[in-house]
Nanobody, 126 residues
Framework: QVQLVESGGGLVQAGGSLRLSCVAS?????MGWFRQAPGKEREFVAA????????FYGDSVKGRFTISRTNVENTVYLQMNSLKPEDTAVYYC??????????????????????WGQGTQVTVSS
């Protein structure tokens, strides 16, 4: 079992930046970030292959958000720039641990992940 602990959420004005962190208690295959706003479905934000370092982004955050990881500390980051009010949501870190390597690093569906963090609130004011 892998435990995920997120941090870094908060309140920021539109155009500002925040960095989210997620520490994993063990090795994973793919790490991802999702978000969920009230009344909306959970949305894919970004993912990174733990070994390959390949990154993937949802269309709504491309060019503004950057996902990265440090293998030594088992930590994944989500740097969020040029934030917009529509980025307001609870952000969740997720780990795909049991993924078949043959499927590759691109995992954008929530059901492709095995473990989830508790979520951290990001609020962007206009």
């Amino acid at each position: 079992q892998v435990q995920l602990v997120e941090s870094g959420g908060g309140l920021v004005q539109a155009g500002g930046s925040l960095r989210l962190s997620c520490v994993a208690s063990g090795r994973t295959f793919v790490m991802g970030w999702f978000r969920q706003a009230p009344g909306k479905e959970r949305e894919f934000v970004a993912a990174i292959g733990w070994t390959s370092g390949r990154t993937f982004y949802g269309d709504s955050v491309k060019g503004r958000f950057t996902i990265s990881r440090t293998n030594v500390e088992n930590t994944v980051y989500l740097q969020m720039n040029s934030l917009k009010p529509e980025d307001t949501a609870v952000y969740y870190c997720a780990a795909a641990v049991y993924r078949n390597p043959g499927y590759g690093d691109y995992a954008s569906r929530a059901d492709e992940y095995d473990y989830w963090g508790q979520g951290t609130q990001v609020t962007v004011s206009s």
